[in-house]
């Protein structure tokens, strides 16, 4: 069975829901290969008290440990949010297939003419996929931390 964007990017958005009951920012990645996820992660920045573990991090790490491989040219990266800088820079390093990213993040000014130019020449980018649940997520986060 062939899945779409969307339902990997509702495993996504599951990662972004853990990390919100943990009180993290509720970004949620998952990597998939061959039409199957192997590696999934959330932010859990202020857990591990370490500014890298990015939901994005997470996941590579565990991606490249299952496939014993620093590069994941056939792989597909699912995030809830746009990357920042930093995880920008390790999906070049990495050359990934494709980026796939729900929201984008208001409170930067970065674009996907940012992010294209900043990834792998080869890295496909593909945007917006259930935005709404993503920025209602962050919404509902930001609002409770602010009460």
Known sequence: M??????FMQRALAQAQQAFDQ???PIGAVIVCENQVIAKGYNQ??????VTAHA???AYTSASAFLSSKYMNQCSLYVTLMPCVMCTGML????FKRLVYAAKDSSKKTTDAFLNAHIHPKTELVSGIM???SQHLL???FLSKRS
């Not at 062939?2 to 339902?7: I, K, L, Q, R, T």
């Not at 920045?45 to 370490?50: A, G, Q, R």
Request: glycine share 4%; no cysteine.
């Open 139 to 141: 919404a509902q986060f």
């Open 92 to 95: 070049r390093w990495a050359q």
């Open 56 to 58: 994005e991090m997470i």
């Open 2 to 7: 062939v899945f779409d964007d969307a339902y």
């Open 131 to 133: 935005a709404e649940e």
């Open 45 to 50: 920045t202020e857990k591990l008290s370490d």
């Open 23 to 25: 009180g993290e920012v």
